[in-house]
C-alpha cells in the first residue's frame, strides 16, 4: 500500500471515529439542570408509573409500593433538590425470604433547551422520557389490588 492510500485510512478511520463520539455525546443533556425537589414531587407523586414486568405508585405522603416480575416492594420515597425520584423499599418475592433492602434514585434534568432528561440508576444512561409520562405514568394506585395480593403470599 502506498502513502496515499495509508493516509486516506487514516482519514477514513478518523471521520468514523468522529461521528461515532459526537453521536454518543448526543445522548446525554449538553447541560444538566436538575429539576427542583418539588418539580420532581408534581412529576410522580400520587401516581403510578407502569414497567415492562410491574410498575410503582409513588403515595402523595411518601408512601411507596411497587411490582416486578413477581416481586413486591413497599417502603418510601422522596426527592432532592439535585433533580433524583429515589426510593428506599423492601422487596420480596416469597414468603421465606428475608426480603432485599433497595435504594433507588433516576436523576431528572433540563438540557439548555430545556428538554427533560432522566438517568437509568442501573445503566447511568441518559434519555429522554417522551411521552412516557403521558403513557406509562398514571394517576392514582394501579397497582394496589396485585400489591395487596402479594404482600400477604409474601408476608411483607
Not at 426480603?99 to 432528561?117: E, I, Q, Y
Request: aromatic letters at 12%.
Amino acid at each position: 500500500m502506498n502513502i496515499h492510500g495509508m493516509r486516506r485510512k487514516i482519514v477514513f478511520a478518523s471521520v468514523l471515529c468522529l461521528a461515532f463520539s459526537n453521536s454518543a455525546l448526543a445522548d446525554s443533556p449538553d447541560r444538566k439542570n436538575p429539576l427542583s425537589g418539588s418539580q420532581v414531587i408534581e412529576l410522580y407523586s400520587g401516581k403510578t408509573w407502569l414497567w415492562s414486568k410491574g410498575g410503582s405508585y409513588w403515595g402523595n405522603g411518601g408512601e411507596f409500593q411497587a411490582l416486578w416480575d413477581g416481586s413486591v416492594a413497599v417502603g418510601k420515597w422522596y426527592a432532592t433538590d439535585k433533580g433524583s425520584l429515589c426510593y428506599e423499599a423492601v422487596w420480596k418475592k416469597v414468603r421465606d425470604e428475608a426480603g432485599a433492602n433497595l435504594k433507588r434514585c433516576w436523576t431528572h434534568v433540563h438540557d439548555s433547551k430545556g428538554v427533560l432528561w432522566k438517568q437509568d440508576p442501573q445503566t447511568k444512561d441518559w434519555y429522554r422520557p417522551g411521552k412516557e409520562f403521558e403513557e406509562r405514568v398514571k394517576t392514582g394506585n394501579k397497582i394496589k389490588s396485585e400489591v395487596n395480593k402479594r404482600r400477604k403470599a409474601t408476608g411483607l
